[in-house]
């Protein structure tokens, strides 16, 4: 599996359809439209629509954004849609399929979503390898030189792979994907935050480069949430990776206080964005620490062009621009 910032053939999206945590499913719309329209600035993206709504996705989607018909429950392509695998030596493009059950049975109504993936993969003529792990791809990250970082909140979540051992696991993920170590984080193991994917990576953690992380860290965290926090840095502290070098941490602090706090579920994490070709589309919140965020991706990122977008109307239903978009690799 290729790590995120290496070269994208396309992205893949998943047009908004039906999701409880959404007042407004046409502002959500309008904020899918946008993050879409933004990255097919950098890369081509194609958005999967239900048939019920091709007419309203066509109007909101750029020329650039290719639509692609097919039955979808929910739209957070980066957990339904297949994790994107590349040969080393020839270059051929696969996917690995996982078995997807809704973050754990979150809806009863996922029986699309769980095709998603395979249907994808058909689509694009590319081979499918079908994991037997309940997964989803916000649950880990890459970084393409070997290394897989997790939390066992998620793989060893009874409500996903009930009975699994760690061992069993990292046979399994790294069959899936080609990594030779796996980093393990504990995540949100006693379900004590309100994240309804149990502590999905992408809103911790990502890699810069291989031996590089984020980590971001919320400065008005308190209690348990504290806690959680804590830990998994250590974790990430105490790790080697698959060359057997300890991690560089680079901790991104942000005052979360100010962002969405009247909502039950609200992605405020400005970890989950995206790298397309040349540039990084980040969450905006409109709130201060907006610009504080910006300019320090663009010193971490220095080549890549950053571009915000307001995911306001995306966040309430619990993910951001990293857990609504998937890339396929060039």
Same mark, same amino acid.
């Given at each position: 599996?290729?790590?995120?910032?290496?070269?994208?053939?396309?992205?893949?999206?998943?047009?908004?359809?039906?999701?409880?945590?959404?007042? !407004?499913?046409?502002?959500?719309?309008?904020?899918?439209?946008?993050?879409? &329209?933004?990255?097919?600035?950098?890369?081509?993206?194609?958005?999967?629509?239900?048939?019920? &709504?091709?007419? /309203?996705?066509?109007?909101?989607?750029?020329?650039?954004?290719?639509?692609?018909?097919?039955?979808?429950?929910? /739209?957070?392509?980066?957990?339904?849609?297949?994790?994107?695998?590349?040969?080393?030596? /020839?270059?051929? $493009?696969?996917?690995?399929?996982?078995?997807?059950?809704?973050?754990?049975?979150?809806?009863?109504?996922?029986?699309?979503?769980?095709?998603?993936?395979?249907?994808?993969?058909?689509?694009?003529?590319?081979?499918?390898?079908?994991?037997?792990?309940?997964?989803?791809?916000?649950?880990?990250?890459?970084?393409? &030189?070997?290394?897989?970082?997790?939390?066992?909140?998620?793989?060893?979540?009874?409500?996903?792979?009930?009975?699994?051992?760690?061992?069993?696991?990292? $046979?399994?993920?790294? /069959?899936?994907?080609?990594?030779?170590?796996?980093?393990?984080?504990?995540?949100?193991?006693?379900?004590?935050?309100?994240?309804?994917?149990?502590?999905?990576?992408?809103?911790?953690?990502?890699?810069?480069?291989?031996?590089?992380?984020?980590?971001?860290?919320?400065?008005?965290?308190?209690?348990?949430?504290?806690?959680?926090?804590?830990?998994?840095?250590?974790?990430?502290?105490?790790?080697?990776?698959?060359?057997?070098?300890?991690?560089?941490?680079?901790?991104?602090?942000?005052?979360?206080?100010?962002?969405?706090?009247?909502?039950?579920?609200?992605?405020?994490?400005?970890? &989950?964005?995206?790298?397309?070709?040349?540039?990084?589309?980040?969450?905006?919140?409109?709130?201060?620490?907006?610009?504080?965020?910006?300019?320090?991706?663009?010193? $971490?990122?220095?080549?890549?062009?950053?571009?915000?977008? !307001?995911?306001?109307?995306?966040?309430?239903?619990?993910?951001?621009?990293?857990?609504?978009?998937?890339?396929?690799?060039?």
């Amino acid at each position: 599996m290729p790590a995120e910032w290496t070269p994208h053939q396309r992205c893949w999206m998943a047009w908004p359809s039906r999701h409880i945590q959404w007042d !407004d499913l046409g502002q959500a719309e309008k904020a899918y439209a946008n993050v879409a &329209n933004t990255i097919a600035d950098f890369e081509p993206v194609t958005m999967v629509v239900g048939a019920e &709504n091709i007419q /309203s996705a066509r109007g909101q989607c750029g020329n650039n954004v290719e639509l692609l018909e097919m039955p979808i429950d929910d /739209s957070w392509m980066r957990d339904t849609g297949p994790s994107f695998l590349k040969h080393r030596d /020839s270059g051929m $493009v696969a996917g690995t399929d996982w078995r997807f059950n809704c973050w754990g049975g979150y809806t009863p109504d996922y029986q699309q979503d769980a095709q998603v993936a395979g249907r994808i993969l058909n689509h694009l003529g590319y081979d499918a390898y079908h994991s037997s792990l309940t997964m989803e791809g916000g649950g880990l990250h890459v970084d393409g &030189n070997g290394t897989l970082v997790t939390c066992e909140s998620v793989v060893l979540n009874p409500n996903r792979n009930w009975g699994l051992d760690k061992k069993q696991a990292e $046979v399994e993920l790294c /069959s899936a994907t080609g990594a030779k170590k796996v980093i393990w984080l504990p995540g949100d193991l006693k379900g004590d935050t309100a994240d309804m994917t149990d502590g999905h990576i992408d809103g911790i953690m990502c890699f810069v480069k291989p031996g590089v992380v984020i980590f971001e860290m919320d400065s008005a965290s308190e209690g348990i949430e504290r806690k959680l926090e804590q830990e998994n840095r250590r974790a990430l502290e105490l790790a080697r990776d698959a060359q057997g070098r300890k991690l560089e941490i680079i901790d991104l602090v942000v005052d979360h206080s100010e962002i969405g706090q009247e909502f039950d579920l609200f992605c405020s994490s400005y970890i &989950n964005f995206y790298l397309p070709n040349g540039g990084l589309v980040l969450p905006r919140y409109g709130v201060g620490s907006d610009d504080m965020v910006r300019d320090f991706y663009a010193t $971490v990122f220095s080549d890549r062009k950053i571009v915000s977008v !307001d995911i306001n109307a995306i966040a309430p239903g619990g993910g951001g621009i990293h857990c609504i978009t998937q890339q396929q690799p060039a």
